[in-house]
């Protein structure tokens, strides 16, 4: 359980991380853009290689999802009907929505339906083996009898 946590905390940690990276390097991108429009003669000049340098990095960007998407050995369509991603718009976005790509269907919803929807922040099947291993942990125990350790596990899989 504690194992399960310390990887839960540290996934979290990463993503922080990687978020601010990809912040970082978006400020990067534009000081050096910046840079080069003060200190040489303009970036007009210049257009032929940044549009190819943009390019690139695109092109590299892609070739390393499709093959990260081949060695899992899905499809992305797979890896979109991911629960996380069902009736949901994705959007890939470069610095803040100067050049995004929307992938999905979009949700439409008015505030009445958002308002009445309640807001899960774990798909189910992630909650329902927390769980459960916090049942087989109190079974280990022995906090619960045998019996009640199979009506509670049959309540959780009707859920």
């Not at 359980?1 to 990067?28: D, P, Q, R, T, W």
């Not at 840079?35 to 943009?54: A, E, K, Q, S, T």
């Not at 929307?102 to 949700?107: E, I, N, Q, S």
Request: with cysteine; charged share 25%.
């Amino acid at each position: 359980m504690k194992l399960n946590k310390k990887k839960e905390n540290e996934g979290l940690a990463k993503s922080v991380l990687m978020a601010y990276l990809v912040l970082l390097l978006h400020v990067l991108l534009v000081a050096c853009l910046a840079l080069l429009i003060l200190f040489f003669r303009g970036i007009v000049n210049y257009l032929i290689w940044i549009f190819l340098g943009g390019t690139l990095i695109i092109l590299f960007s892609a070739w390393r999802f499709y093959r990260r998407m081949k060695a899992e050995g899905k499809t992305l369509q797979e890896i979109l009907k991911n629960p996380i991603f069902e009736g949901r718009e994705v959007e890939i976005s470069l610095l803040g929505g100067l050049a995004s790509l929307k992938v999905g269907k979009p949700d439409h919803l008015s505030l009445e339906d958002f308002s009445s929807q309640t807001k899960q922040l774990e798909d189910p099947e992630t909650i329902r083996l927390r769980e459960l291993n916090e049942l087989v942990r109190l079974f280990e125990n022995n906090l619960i009898t045998l019996e009640e350790y199979n009506q509670a596990k049959k309540q959780i899989f009707k859920s």
